[in-house]
């Protein structure tokens, strides 16, 4: 049986670090993003600092970092389309 869970944290994040979130916890096909932070969490409670023997994790760490990358490069992709927009108005 699943452990139930019954606690709550709360964080504040600014627009831009939630929208970036939200298109990585989306492109990973997680359910939420309480699942994505969840999951998150357990790895770096989990796993600890990834060493030079732990190929796994450091793949993990890796992957982590695209995914933020992304999340990066869509803000500015976003940005870029709003400043070029504001230009053809002017």
């Not at 964080?11 to 998150?40: H, Q, T």
């Not at 796994?56 to 995914?67: C, E, I, P």
């Amino acid at each position: 049986m699943p452990m139930r869970k019954n606690r709550i944290i709360s964080l504040r994040l600014s627009e831009e670090e939630y929208e970036n979130l939200k298109s990585i916890y989306a492109s990973r096909g997680v359910r939420s993003l309480s699942e994505f932070a969840r999951n998150a969490m357990h790895r770096v409670v989990g796993e600890g600092p990834p060493n030079g023997d732990d190929l796994n994790g450091r793949v993990q760490l890796l992957d982590g970092k695209v995914a933020l990358l992304e999340g990066e490069v869509s803000r500015l992709s976003r940005v870029v389309a709003m400043e070029v927009a504001a230009r053809k108005t002017q």
